[in-house]
């Protein structure tokens, strides 16, 4: 699980002066990786996984690298329109934000979204706003709302099994 808030400073998953996430992790981990473990080339060969600022990322990294990771799976995301804490200025938000970014790919990715209904922090009209966003488009969205659970491990460890089932189907597994 990759730091996506070097120093404590969240960066929205973008590459910002006090630290370049969204490229670190597109390009330095993956080559990591890679240089360590069987992988396989390609987005069919790459999913990401988070929850709450992570599952920001696990969204947002597939939109604006399609060719290195092909599926995301988040859980209780923070919100996917961006941070005005974060990034200040509003349109470099707008544009970095997954929401706008799924409007305007091209990019062909599969993205899993979960929360709970009782989650205030990632609440599902946010992920399902998401999905409107992304009809039309050649994104793939699946959206689950577990009925009880808050913004916590607990409701994030009973994510792990449809969230890690999600990314078995849409990535490619190694031969043999």
């Known amino acids: 699980m990759p730091v996506v808030d070097p120093g404590g400073v969240n960066t929205d998953c973008t590459d910002q002066r006090e630290g370049r996430v969204a490229i670190w992790i597109a390009r330095d981990v993956t080559e990591l990786l890679s240089h360590k473990f069987r992988t396989l080339p390609g987005p069919k060969g790459w999913g990401l996984m988070g929850f709450s600022t992570g599952g920001f990322c696990a969204v947002r990294l597939p939109l604006a690298y399609p060719d290195v990771f092909g599926t995301g799976a988040a859980l209780d995301p923070d919100p996917l329109?961006?941070?005005?804490?974060?990034?200040?200025?509003?349109?470099s938000r707008e544009q970095t934000s997954p929401?706008?970014?799924?409007?305007?790919?091209?990019?062909?990715?599969?993205?899993?979204?979960?929360?709970?209904?009782?989650?205030?922090?990632?609440?599902p009209r946010r992920l399902r706003e998401f999905q409107r966003a992304a009809a039309g488009t050649n994104v793939t969205t699946?959206?689950?709302?577990?009925?009880?659970?808050g913004h916590n491990y607990n409701t994030w460890t009973r994510l792990y099994p449809p969230a890690f089932s999600f990314l078995s189907r849409h990535t490619t597994a190694p031969g043999r």
């Open 99 to 123: 929401t706008y970014m799924v409007r305007h790919t091209k990019a062909s990715v599969d993205l899993f979204l979960a929360t709970s209904a009782e989650d205030q922090d990632s609440p």
């Open 81 to 91: 329109s961006g941070d005005p804490t974060v990034l200040t200025d509003a349109k």
């Open 142 to 149: 699946r959206v689950m709302v577990l009925p009880t659970g």
